[in-house]
């Protein structure tokens, strides 16, 4: 069983930052993408942003030059810093493992997330 982990959710004023962090085991950092996705009460999960192994990153329109994701294979860890964090940020934000392209069989982990809230 694979367990992803996310920590450093919380509450935070309009303008403010949080930086979320993911640990999980070193078979899944060594070659999955991660993401970070979120989903806020009444919608859809969505993705937030992803990285791969290789280090190329992509984000959700909402977020793009605000939240930075990266990862330190070396501690099996992936993050996401929040910038100018605004209400409609608030959601629980999950951590995702997500086998790459090539893999015979297509596997998916996520963590059981952290809530994020964004008011004054």
């Known amino acids: 069983q694979v367990q992803l982990v996310e920590s450093g959710g919380g509450l935070v004023q309009p303008g403010g930052s949080l930086r979320l962090s993911c640990a999980g085991p070193?078979?899944?950092?060594?070659?999955?993408?991660m993401g970070w996705y979120r989903q806020a009460p009444g919608k859809q999960r969505e993705l937030v942003g992803a990285?791969?192994?290789?280090?190329?990153?992509n984000y959700a329109d909402s977020v793009k030059g605000r939240f930075t994701i990266s990862r330190d294979n070396a501690k099996n860890m992936v993050y996401l810093q929040m910038n100018s964090l605004q209400p409609e940020d608030t959601a629980v934000y999950y951590c995702n493992a997500q086998s790459p392209p090539w893999s015979i069989i297509t596997t998916s982990y996520w963590g059981q997330g952290t809530q994020v809230t964004v008011s004054s």
């Open positions: 070193e078979s899944i950092f060594s070659i999955y993408t």
């Open positions: 990285i791969t192994i290789g280090g190329n990153t």
